[in-house]
């Protein structure tokens, strides 16, 4: 949302890279800028889909989950890979087949799991934890960070080659102080949002002053 010509600029790439068919998109920005809103929206357009279509959207934060947990949660397991794992569990490139995979603090993966993620990119398939084949995804991947990535690939903490492949197709939404005229198109789009869901009568204008 906003009417400033740098957040025009942003959704029209975005649509551009959607209708394109883009497998792997970067979307860059300053918390809070609205990456994930971002890659919602180009789910949306790639796949012509309203919110009761069954096209899978999963969105999930590479530091949300322990260190342990994570890889799993990725690329999911076969019974008896580990003392828990009780039966087969698809990880989520699997179960996002045939939709969209967001991967959100992508800057935040360790560089063994990076590894691995390049590899799905490159040859489109997983294998679980303890499997001996691989498996065919079709699955479109946003990368989402807040971090600078080609600054943590200077530093060692983000892999070169995995880098040039998330940022072929990149996007950076710039932060709200660089568009100040999309301040009150966004407190207008929230007033009334949310007096919609209180059930309140929303106030007929907003001054800057």
Not at 106 to 114: C, F, P, T, Y
Not at 158 to 172: C, G, I, K, P, V
Request: proline share 4%.
């Amino acid at each position: 949302i906003g009417s400033s010509q740098a957040i025009k600029k942003v959704l029209q790439d975005a649509r551009k890279i959607a209708d394109a068919d883009v497998p792997t998109i970067l979307i860059t920005g300053m918390s809070g800028t609205g990456k994930e809103v971002l890659a919602r929206n180009i789910h949306r357009w790639h796949f012509h889909v309203e919110d009761e279509d069954p096209v899978p959207y999963i969105a999930i934060n590479c530091t949300a989950l322990p260190e342990n947990l994570i890889e799993g949660e990725l690329f999911g397991h076969v019974k008896g890979a580990f003392t828990d794992a009780k039966a087969d569990k698809k990880g989520v490139f699997e179960l996002a087949d045939g939709g969209t995979l967001v991967l959100d603090e992508i800057g935040d993966m360790r560089l063994e799991l990076q590894s691995k993620l390049l590899r799905v990119l490159e040859e489109r398939t997983v294998r679980r934890i303890g499997g001996k084949v691989d498996l065919p995804v079709d699955v479109s991947i946003i990368a989402i960070t807040n971090r600078d990535l080609k600054a943590l690939v200077e530093k060692g903490e983000f892999r070169e080659d995995l880098y040039y492949r998330l940022s072929s197709f990149a996007l950076q939404i710039p932060p709200l102080k660089e568009r100040e005229s999309d301040v009150l198109v966004l407190a207008r789009h929230f007033l009334h949002s949310f007096a919609a869901k209180y059930g309140k009568q929303p106030i007929e204008s907003i001054s800057t002053d």
